[in-house]
Each structure stands twice: as structure tokens, then as C-alpha cells.
């Protein structure tokens, strides 16, 4: 089992710049993939990016479009997501997520943090 505990978010300007992280506990965190999720106000849980135990990544190229980085640090126990030249639609609440298996899906992760805001202002 793995406890997940996002922070980092906040309130930015169109333009800037947010880094995320996710700290997880547990010995097993380095065979995790790991996932982060967006939810807006009035909208559908959305998958942002995801990246394996071994580094491999996903991303929802339609909404992030290399604005987004996602990354890991095994020996910290931590996942990190680097968002870039954000836009007022990227405005959510973002959730990181585990379990074994690399997919977009969220009901697909079992573990779940509790979330973070991310707010942009125009």
C-alpha cells in the first residue's frame, strides 16, 4: 500500500510556471507508476501525464503539449510535475496517482493523494 501527498500548487499568472510534487510512502514506490490527474469545476477527472517505474512517460499531448514535464526520484520517494507557460484552462484541483500498471485511465489506480489547486489568472 502507498499513501500519497501532493503539494506545490497555488495561484500564477498565464505565462508562468508551477512545479508539483507528490510524496509517497512505502518501500514499493519505486515499482509504482505513477499518474496525475486535473479536475476542474463542473468537468470530468482528466489525465494530465503519467511515467512507469523505469521512467517511462505518457502524456495528454491535446491539453499539455510539452508544456507539462513529468519526472521521478525512486530514492526520494517522490514524482514531480513540471508545468510551464500555463494557460486559465489549466485552473484544477491535481491529483497524483499509483499503482502498478502505466495507463491514462484513472479507475485504473488504486492509491490516490488528496489533491492540490492549481489556480492561473489571465
Known amino acids: 500500500q502507498v499513501q500519497l501527498v501532493e503539494s506545490g500548487g497555488g495561484l500564477v499568472q498565464a505565462g508562468g510556471s508551477l512545479r508539483l510534487s507528490c510524496a509517497a510512502s512505502?518501500?514499493?514506490?519505486?515499482?509504482?507508476?505513477m499518474g496525475w490527474f486535473r479536475q476542474a469545476p463542473g468537468k470530468e477527472r482528466e489525465f494530465v501525464a503519467a511515467?512507469?517505474?523505469?521512467?517511462?512517460?505518457?502524456y495528454n499531448t491535446d491539453s499539455v503539449k510539452g508544456r507539462f514535464t513529468v519526472s521521478r526520484d525512486n530514492a526520494k520517494n517522490m514524482v514531480y510535475l513540471q508545468m510551464n507557460s500555463l494557460k486559465p484552462e489549466d485552473t484544477a484541483v491535481y491529483y497524483c496517482a499509483a499503482d502498478f500498471t502505466l495507463t491514462t485511465i484513472d479507475y485504473q489506480y488504486n492509491y490516490w493523494g488528496q489533491g492540490t489547486q492549481v489556480t492561473v489568472s489571465s
Open positions: 511515467i512507469s517505474w523505469n521512467g517511462a512517460m505518457l
Open positions: 512505502g518501500r514499493t514506490f519505486s515499482r509504482y507508476a
